[in-house]
């Protein structure tokens, strides 16, 4: 069986890509990581890729004259790669329509809040100073909104008396390791199934 080939977009460290890295070593993810690419050059998730067999290369935001441009680079690296779905991963930067139409249905993003409650950034922060009493982490379609698009997986985190932004951090960021693997296994065995804003899941 042919595997889904996708393609990480990260800014930052690449935590939530070392989880899907992990679950494809474990057997749990049947994907191959076609390309790995990266806005900013010095994101760790390149020093990290460095010497490896995954492809891992940077396209600067900076070179280019507008977000178009920008944009058109990053989608011309995965169709090279014949990448079949994008995936975010501490991705920083909001994609657009141009973006958007060119993989529709086939982008998936992961978010720390329980959606679409705290969309944005510093989901954690807002999440604290509104006085909740569970949060968690999304994952999700990405459409031409600010984390708007179709739900696919969502994991509750209980916040605690004592939190701050960064113990609330550190405990939604482990379920997104398990979270994010197993909504692009479900996306690679074909039991997604979108209904307008609905996302069913179907049986094995």
């Known amino acids: 069986m042919n595997k889904t080939v996708i393609g990480v977009l990260v800014s930052g460290r690449g935590s939530n890509l070392q989880a899907i890295i992990d679950a494809i070593e474990a ?5 191959t990581v076609g390309v790995v690419i990266s806005d900013n050059p ?31 680079a990053v989608a011309e690296e995965l169709n090279v790669r014949h990448v079949e779905l994008v995936v975010l991963a501490g991705f920083m930067r909001i ?8 993989f529709a249905g086939k982008i998936m993003n992961i978010h720390p809040s329980l959606l679409p409650a705290f969309p944005g950034e510093n989901a954690q922060l807002q999440a604290l100073q509104y006085g909740v009493k569970v949060s968690g982490c ?10 708007t698009g179709p739900i696919i997986l ?24 398990i979270l994010y693997p197993r909504a692009l296994a479900l996306y ?8 307008g804003r609905r996302v069913y899941i179907k049986k094995e």
């Open 138 to 147: 999304t994952v999700h379609f990405v459409d031409e909104g600010m984390d």
């Open 95 to 102: 994609l657009g329509k141009y973006f958007i139409n060119r």
């Open 27 to 31: 057997g749990r993810l049947a994907v």
């Open 42 to 72: 010095e994101a760790n998730v390149l020093k990290r890729l460095a010497g490896s067999d995954i492809p891992a290369v940077c396209i600067d935001r900076r070179r280019f004259a507008c977000r178009q441009d920008f944009e058109a």
């Open 188 to 195: 690679c065995e074909g039991r997604l199934c979108m209904d």
């Open 154 to 177: 969502q994991e509750a985190v209980p916040v605690m008396e004592d939190d701050t932004e960064e113990t609330l951090s550190e405990r939604i960021l482990h379920a997104e390791h």
